[in-house]
Nanobody, 127 residues
Framework: DGQLAESGGGLVQPGGSLTLTCTAS????????MAWFRQVPGKQREAVSG????????YYAASVKGRFTISRDNAKNTLYLQMNSLRTEDTAMYYC????????????????????WGQGTQVTVSS
């Protein structure tokens, strides 16, 4: 069965940077679009960024555009999210997700249409 595991979260000061990593196993990583989501208690899960199966197309929520960069290394079955200029409102549990069908953009789909989710990694932005 497919599995995803996030890592790289932690405590960072406003304006700082952090890189999240999502490692995939159990499925053909390079045929699925991928996405990063985040969630805070009492709020719905929010799409942050997406990337097509090939890495050729990238998508960002307006709130992170220009600050975050999504990338993937299909040879390593790994997804990344480089987070720069972090703000307190970026504080959340961050999840990676794989699309439920192949050859997709990894973006603009309901959360229940992603096939696999990681356990999440906490990002806390605070002084």
């Amino acid at each position: 069965d497919g599995q995803l595991a996030e890592s790289g979260g932690g405590l960072v000061q406003p304006g700082g940077s952090l890189t999240l990593t999502c490692t995939a196993s159990g499925f053909t990583f390079d045929t699925y679009g991928m996405a990063w989501f985040r969630q805070v208690p009492g709020k719905q899960r929010e799409a942050v960024s997406g990337i097509s199966f090939s890495g050729g197309s990238k998508y960002y929520a307006a709130s992170v555009k220009g600050r975050f960069t999504i990338s993937r290394d299909n040879a390593k079955n790994t997804l990344y999210l480089q987070m720069n200029s972090l703000r307190t409102e970026d504080t959340a549990m961050y999840y990676c997700a794989a699309d439920s069908e192949e050859y997709t953009t990894g973006w603009n789909k309901p959360t229940n249409e992603y096939g696999y989710w990681g356990q999440g990694t906490q990002v806390t932005v605070s002084s």
